[in-house]
């Protein structure tokens, strides 16, 4: 890992649904594995702890419950950084939220999703986020989306102009729409010269919806390292922030935008 980088893991596999124990003893795993890798953060995907259900609000927690101690117990066990999820009460409805959990188990980060997926009834369970959500690890700003999140290209040029080199998408995105998982996350990172790291369940079972395709993209639209086939997977690779200066520097497009006309015309 050359200086100024810093290494993560994505962690693509099927999670039990409604069995965050089973979930849990498998995302420890999983995080020690990705300590050996060297990494300093490893990502789960969408509503991990119990598989992504539009109108699943069970096992909720306020932010100090069970399933945010799960995932703080992971993140010290393993020593690294840990991407996960959770379901977040509120007033109303509970929130789809993806959190950052430190060494320390601190959580450093939380983003509760924005654009909740309505053709499939999440508005009607789920209350949607309205704030963006960045962290530093090293020299490497981060941001966090969520799923359905990759269709608005707004949110990661919010990002891109917030100075985020790279935005984590975890998602449970399905199999009858893989070519546009992969589609938006090339073009989310070409468009913001970004690195776009996308985090999707495997498909292990005959019944399974998602069927992968977790991959890291750069500045430049390439997939840098993506899981092969559709079952479990530990993929990792270096982020760093001088990719993303050098992209912008040999192919400077964002100076030509055009930002005092686009919100007239």
């Given at each position: 890992?050359?200086e100024?980088t810093?290494?993560?893991?994505?962690?693509?596999?099927?999670s039990?649904p409604?069995?965050p124990?089973?979930?849990?003893t498998?995302?420890?795993?999983?995080?020690?594995?990705?300590?050996?890798?060297?990494?300093?953060l490893v990502?789960?995907?969408?509503?991990?702890?119990?598989?992504?259900?539009?109108?699943?609000?069970?096992?909720?927690?306020?932010?100090?419950?069970a399933?945010?101690r799960?995932?703080?117990?992971?993140?010290?066990?393993?020593?690294?950084?840990?991407?996960?999820?959770y379901?977040?009460?509120?007033?109303?409805?509970?929130q789809?939220?993806?959190a950052?959990?430190?060494?320390?188990?601190?959580?450093?980060?939380?983003?509760?999703k924005?654009?909740?997926f309505?053709?499939?009834?999440?508005?009607?369970?789920f209350?949607?986020?309205?704030?963006?959500s960045?962290f530093?690890?090293g020299?490497?700003?981060?941001?966090?989306?969520?799923?359905?999140?990759?269709r608005?290209?707004d949110?990661?040029g919010?990002y891109?102009?917030a100075?985020?080199d790279?935005v984590i998408?975890?998602?449970a995105?399905?199999?009858a729409?893989?070519?546009?998982?992969?589609?938006?996350?090339?073009?989310?990172?070409l468009?913001?010269?970004i690195?776009?790291?996308?985090i999707?369940?495997?498909k292990?079972s005959a019944?399974?919806v998602?069927?992968?395709?977790?991959?890291?993209?750069?500045p430049?639209?390439?997939?840098v390292?993506?899981?092969?086939?559709?079952?479990?997977?530990?993929i990792?690779?270096?982020?760093?922030?001088?990719?993303?200066r050098?992209?912008?520097?040999?192919?400077?497009v964002?100076?030509?935008?055009?930002d005092?006309l686009?919100?007239?015309l």
């Open positions: 890992m050359s100024g810093v290494r993560i893991c994505c962690v693509q596999t099927e039990v409604d069995d124990e089973i979930n849990f498998r995302a420890k795993d999983f995080a020690l594995e990705a300590r050996k890798e060297g990494a300093s990502a789960f995907s969408e509503q991990y702890p119990t598989g992504w259900d539009p109108h699943g609000t069970s096992f909720t927690d306020d932010g100090s419950g399933i945010c799960c995932w703080s117990a992971v993140a010290k066990e393993a020593g690294i950084h840990v991407l996960g999820s379901r977040k009460e509120t007033d109303t409805l509970p789809n939220v993806a950052v959990f430190a060494p320390d188990g601190t959580c450093i980060a939380e983003y509760a924005i654009h909740l309505s053709p499939g009834g999440e508005d009607e369970s209350l949607s986020g309205e704030k963006l960045i530093t690890l020299k490497v700003r981060f941001g966090i989306a969520i799923c359905y999140d990759l608005f290209a949110l990661f919010a891109a102009r100075g985020c790279a998408v975890p998602a995105w399905p199999c729409r893989l070519k546009h998982w992969n589609l938006f996350l090339h073009a989310r990172a468009e913001n010269q690195y776009v790291v996308g999707n369940p495997a292990e019944g399974g998602n069927c992968g395709g977790t991959t890291v993209v750069d430049w639209g390439e997939a390292v993506q899981a092969e086939g559709v079952g479990t997977a530990l990792c690779t270096d982020i760093g922030s001088a990719a993303v050098a992209a912008r520097a040999a192919f400077p964002r100076a030509d935008r055009r005092d686009y919100s007239s």
